[in-house]
């Protein structure tokens, strides 16, 4: 039953090839190549997860991907309206990249490699800028990062020990 469960888990999610690199290793007799693909997994509602594949072949390295994207996968808080909810900074090596809550209709503004992240989240709206590299790994690490740092105003009105009405009273708009 429960490899069952796993099974139909397995079949909810998509996967979207971010890059595919080509590297190469230098060994005594010259240079060995091999392929390097990032994919995203994710059901759309709110669960998703980045992985890293290298292999001598394209469909190998996209398949191992896909495995190391299901064990890294993290739920992300998308409110009512298809957004996050505040805006928050993520930081990965060089790269930062700022994400912003939007209204409703205004679709997923990101740029390059960002993008299929908050897709494949179930993310709708939502404004991104990617500040610092253009390295798409660090990019949508860093997106990654800022995601999982989200949080509802439920969890942190708990964390602070006040009730959620309590944390608005006294600020001005």
Do not use: C, W
């Not at 060994?27 to 992985?51: E, T, W």
């Amino acid at each position: 039953m429960a490899r069952d469960r796993k099974r139909q888990q397995d079949t909810d999610l998509q996967e979207r090839v971010v890059f595919i690199h080509r590297v190469s290793k230098t060994v005594k007799g010259g240079r060995r190549m091999s392929l390097l693909a990032l994919v995203v997994v994710g059901d759309g509602k709110g669960n998703v997860g980045l992985g890293l594949g290298k292999s001598a072949e394209v469909p190998l390295a996209i398949s191992k991907a896909v495995e190391d994207a299901k064990k890294n996968m993290f739920h992300v808080e998308v409110t009512e309206s298809g957004s996050v909810p505040h805006a928050v900074e993520g930081h990965y090596g060089a790269g930062r990249v700022l994400i912003k809550p939007a209204i409703e209709g205004t679709g997923v503004i990101a740029g390059g490699p960002v993008r299929p992240l908050f897709e494949l989240a179930g993310i709708t709206n939502v404004l991104s800028k990617s500040l610092g590299t253009n390295n798409a790994l660090n990019m949508i690490k860093a997106a990654a990062e800022g995601l999982k740092e989200l949080s509802t105003p439920e969890q942190t009105a708990e964390r602070r020990g006040l009730t959620v009405g309590e944390m608005f009273v006294g600020k001005e708009n």
